[in-house]
């Protein structure tokens, strides 16, 4: 999917991997990988912001279907991140994703923020009484950008 956006992540993540397969004592890799994770939640973030104006200007206008297309659009683009993290890091996704608090704390804090944003954004647009999630949503999404500032040197 990002392959095809002309981003190169899919291939980034892929190359780091193998390279990290080959030589497993190498941490050249263990690093580019952390900063592809982090560009690619960077991406998804922006995406969930969209996705939040859309509930929030749907609950304006009274209209349900534009609430629940974006969050929809949400969580369908948070699962597919989480796929192709999967797919491309093949049997070392564990181990990758166990090292990731450890290496990049704020970029698990982030998209830990995130995928509970999109979960408050799904269950304000699906139960009409559960609205005032999308007040939640809108901190965690503030509170994962403030945390995606926080600067990396991407130590392995």
């Known amino acids: 999917?990002?392959?095809a956006m002309g981003w190169g992540f899919s291939r980034g993540m892929r190359g780091s991997a193998e390279a990290l397969r080959e030589s497993p004592f190498d941490q050249a890799p263990l690093g580019a990988i952390a900063y592809i994770f982090r560009r690619i939640?960077?991406?998804v973030h922006t995406i969930i912001i969209l996705a939040f104006f859309g509930c929030v200007f749907g609950s304006?206008?009274?209209s349900v279907v534009a609430m629940r297309a974006s969050a929809g659009v949400a969580g369908l683009v948070m699962m597919l991140l989480l796929a192709n993290i999967c797919w491309q890091l093949g049997r070392s996704v564990g181990a990758h994703l166990r090292a990731f608090p450890r290496r990049d704390w704020s970029g698990?804090?982030?998209?830990?923020?995130?995928i509970v944003a999109?979960?408050?954004l799904?269950?304000?647009s699906w139960f009409p009484r559960m609205v005032s999630m999308l007040v939640l949503a809108k901190i965690l999404i503030w509170v994962g950008a403030a945390l995606s500032w926080i600067p990396r040197k991407f130590e392995t």
Not at 108 to 114: E, P, T, V, Y
């Open 1 to 3: 999917m990002l392959a």
């Open 41 to 43: 939640i960077w991406l």
């Open 60 to 62: 304006a206008a009274g």
């Open 108 to 114: 698990a804090a982030w998209i830990g923020c995130l």
């Open 118 to 120: 999109v979960v408050c």
């Open 122 to 124: 799904n269950m304000g």
